[in-house]
Every structure is written in structure tokens, then in C-alpha cells.
């Protein structure tokens, strides 16, 4: 009758653990499949290609580097807005398909996990609002981002509309083709006082 008991409280923990771990590993699972039922739908590409969603079309036409921006105002020789890793400036071209619309979101994704907003910095060159793309009217700008030169290699852009519902958005995710040996070259030759609106030191 003991044996049985033993048996029996024993089975009971085990069933218990089990349990135990199954709920936590669905409550850690959770998290993650709610936030991919959040992401905005997205196309993917490369350089060059035109990537496309029910929203708007964009083609990434070149990507460069930069060691420092140049400032805003050119009277006064105000200096450079440097940084202590590398500026990525990515030019793209895109259209609407139905109505006129803005890439509200703009993000350098990179291995490991790392995500780098658009942020240009304050005085420099890069500063102004992005256009508001209209049907059938390919339209250039230009994303900048700083981020360390180590996180370079392998970044992915990410573009969308955004909104206040992320699943009913729309997104290109565009590889950049940045692989190290790429990535090697461009920080290698990125130029000093880059202007962003000129496309040129």
C-alpha cells in the first residue's frame, strides 16, 4: 500500500513538471507568434529589383557610406556631424499603387537581431521630411542611418506605411547585398562631410 502511494505521488510530479513545462514554454512561445501576427506584410528583394506589395512599389538604387555628414547651413564652415561608427545611406525610388501615401517606417535589421531607425542626426545634411509618394510617379529619397561599423555586414532595409495596426500595413524587406567583403569596401572608402541632398562629398 506504501509502494502505491509512492508510485502514485510520484506519477502525480511527474505529470505535474510536465505540465508545469509545457504552460511555459507556450507563455514564452506566446509573445512571439503575437508579434509576428503584428508585423505588417512585407515583399522581399535585393538591389535592384523592384519589390512590391499591395501598397506601393520601392527599388533600392544604390547604397553608399559615410565616416561624417555635411552640416545643414554652408555659411559660417560649421563642421562636419561626424559619428563614432559609419553612416549607411540607402537611395531608393518608390511608387504607390492606389493613393498617395507615406514610408512612415524606415529600419536597418542586421544578424542578431539588431534593428537601427532612420535618425538623421540634427544639422546635417540628411535632415528634411520624406515625400509623399504618388500613383504611377517613381519618386527618389534617400534613407540614412548610423550604426556601428561592426553591424554593417549582412543588413536587411525595411520599409512600410505603418499605421496604428501593424498587420494591415504594408513593408518591403530588401537585402542589401552588404556581405563582408562589401561592407569591408564601403567603410574602407566612405567619404567625410557626405552631402546627402547632393549625393557627394
Not at 493613393?99 to 545634411?125: V, Y
Amino acid at each position: 500500500m506504501n509502494v502505491q502511494k509512492v508510485l502514485l505521488k510520484g506519477g502525480a510530479g511527474i505529470g505535474g513538471t510536465v505540465l508545469l513545462a509545457g504552460a511555459m514554454w507556450m507563455y514564452s512561445l506566446k509573445p512571439k507568434v503575437e508579434a509576428q501576427e503584428l508585423e505588417p506584410i512585407r515583399g522581399g528583394g535585393t538591389v535592384g529589383e523592384e519589390v512590391r506589395n499591395r501598397d506601393f512599389s520601392v527599388r533600392v538604387e544604390k547604397v553608399e557610406a559615410a565616416k561624417s555628414l555635411a552640416p545643414g547651413l554652408s555659411f559660417g564652415n560649421p563642421p562636419a556631424v561626424g559619428t563614432d561608427g559609419i553612416y549607411l545611406i540607402v537611395r531608393v525610388r518608390a511608387t504607390s499603387h492606389r493613393e498617395p501615401l507615406e514610408l512612415r517606417t524606415a529600419e536597418l535589421e542586421t544578424p542578431g537581431g539588431f534593428t537601427f531607425k532612420e535618425d538623421p542626426r540634427t544639422g546635417s545634411s540628411a535632415g528634411g521630411a520624406q515625400p509623399t509618394f504618388q500613383p504611377m510617379i517613381w519618386t527618389p529619397t534617400a534613407f540614412v542611418f548610423e550604426l556601428p561599423k561592426k553591424r554593417l555586414e549582412g543588413a536587411h532595409l525595411v520599409v512600410g506605411t505603418g499605421g496604428l495596426l501593424p498587420q494591415l500595413s504594408a513593408a518591403a524587406d530588401i537585402d542589401l547585398g552588404l556581405s563582408g567583403d562589401r561592407a569591408d569596401e564601403l567603410i574602407r572608402n566612405a567619404p567625410e562631410r557626405y552631402d546627402v541632398r547632393a549625393g557627394k562629398p
